[in-house]
Each structure stands twice: as C-alpha cells, then as structure tokens.
C-alpha cells in the first residue's frame, strides 16, 4: 500500500503547538526546562526496556524518537553522524530546524500520516548524497503521547520491493543530494561504472569515448566528491546505493541530485 499526505496541512498543525513549546522552554538559566523533564520521562521509561541498548548501539543503525510536533526527544550516535550534528544538540530541535524547507514539510508529512493510521511507514530517500531506508514507527509514550521511532539504515529496499503487511511503503520526492548536487549525468554515470569495478577501457568503450576524456572525468569526479583514488571512488558509489540500484531507482537518484542533461565532452 503506498500513502499519500497533506504536508502543509502537517506543516500547518505543528507550528503553532511546536511554537507554544518553545515559550515554555525559555526558563532561566540552571532551572528544567519543559522539554529537560519531557526528554528525561521518556528516556527513563525507554531505557527500561532491555532491548534499548542493542537497537540504539550494537545495531549500528540511526533511531531517533520524535513526538507528533516534529520534535526530537531522542537520537543516537549514528544518526548524529548522519546529519552532522552532536547528538546532545539534536535533541530538543524540530525537523523544521535540521532539514531544508522541502525536506522538512515532507518529513512532517511521514510524521502526521504515521500518528493519523497508528501503520509502520518504510521510506527511502537520498541524504546528503546516501540512499536511506528508514521505518517510521508508530508508538506510545509513558504517558500516552504519540511518538514516532524513526529507525534508519544505508541502502534502499530492493527491486520489487512489497512492503509487510500493516505497513506503508513511499519513496521521498524531496532528497538532500550532498556532494551529487554538483554532478553532471556523465560522471553520475561514470561514477556508478567505477563502482561497478568497470577498468577506465571499459567505460570508455561502454560510452564511446576515449580512455583520456574518461580519465579527465574521473579527475573532476575526485576533485568534487574528495576522492584521491578509484577505490575511493568506488567506496562512494557503493555507499551511495547507485550501484546496487535499479534502472527506475537510477533514475530517482539522477533526478535527486538535479544533475546536467548533457556532459559536453566530445567522442
């Protein structure tokens, strides 16, 4: 089953609740906030859980919790890592302030759907120039709040992929193509070759090109993606998910990072 949303309808709903949180939150100095108690509640009663710690650290995975506002009451290491941001300063943030505008009235969207049918929501979206795949999963707070555990992992679902039953599936049309952005088709192309294990004779003649202007594409491609070497490269389209991608998923990537229609080198 695929879903469909109203985000500035979500948009619209947390803004004046997520407002009126952040007033309350404005104490003074060494005094709890609304938001410090909130947080340490639903910290304790997650950490009673003896599985806590096996999700949050051992599975190596991003797992965040987020209340219905958009904001975030918890999120681990990796996911710190994945948006560049220290944990300790994620927490008490709303999705509006992490991500761009597109980006974060999308996200919203996942999060109201998810509150309004109680159904896990699998999404696979591009993040900072990485396929993810994340699970939005419904839940309910020590105190009966709605909450969302948002679980996330590299890659994307494969090919023909059917999500379980109970659960909706989406593909994001709003993606954070990092380092892509700057990608023209060609060394899009060219870069999903090198991480295929294509020898730069091999591309040339996949392409019809010579081995030099090849050579020169994969110099402009070290340059902008900070890759000293092939391997590096390949490192990079594999982490990307462009090489395990399929034809249809390609060209979700190709549109994400709003690449070139033309590469202008000469056969």
């Known amino acids: 089953m695929r879903i469909s949303f109203d985000a500035d309808r979500a948009v619209g709903e947390i803004q004046g609740r997520v407002s009126d949180r952040k007033s309350l939150m404005r104490v003074s100095s060494g005094e709890e906030t609304v938001h410090d108690a909130a947080t340490r509640?639903?910290?304790?009663?997650?950490?009673?859980?003896?599985?806590?710690?096996?999700?949050?650290?051992?599975?190596?995975?991003?797992?965040?919790?987020?209340?219905?506002?958009?904001?975030?009451?918890?999120?681990?290491?990796?996911?710190?890592?994945?948006?560049?941001?220290?944990?300790?300063?994620?927490?008490?943030?709303?999705?509006?302030?992490?991500?761009?505008?597109?980006?974060a009235k999308e996200r919203m969207g996942f999060i109201r759907a998810v509150v309004d049918t109680q159904r896990p929501l699998i999404v696979d979206a591009v993040f900072h120039g990485l396929y993810r795949c994340s699970c939005y999963r419904p839940m309910e707070g020590p105190g009966g709040e709605k909450l969302i555990m948002c679980v996330g992992r590299t890659g994307h679902t494969k090919p023909g992929f059917k999500p379980p039953p109970g659960t909706d599936y989406v593909r994001a049309r709003h993606d954070d193509a990092g380092p892509f952005a700057s990608l023209t088709a060609r060394e899009l192309e060219i870069l999903r070759m090198v991480g295929e294990g294509m020898t730069t004779a091999d591309i040339a003649k996949r392409l019809h090109r010579s081995v030099k202007t090849i050579e020169w594409h994969r110099v402009s491609l070290g340059n902008k993606l900070g890759a000293n070497n092939r391997v590096e490269l390949a490192r990079i389209a594999i982490d990307s998910g462009l090489v395990s991608a399929n034809v249809s998923g390609n060209r979700d990537v190709e549109a994400a990072v709003d690449v070139e229609a033309g590469d202008g080198d000469e056969k």
């Open 41 to 103: 509640q639903v910290m304790a009663w997650l950490a009673s859980n003896p599985l806590w710690p096996s999700l949050t650290t051992d599975a190596g995975g991003c797992v965040a919790v987020i209340d219905a506002t958009g904001l975030v009451l918890f999120a681990n290491e990796v996911t710190a890592d994945t948006v560049h941001c220290p944990a300790q300063h994620l927490i008490g943030r709303t999705i509006e302030e992490l991500f761009p505008p597109a980006i």
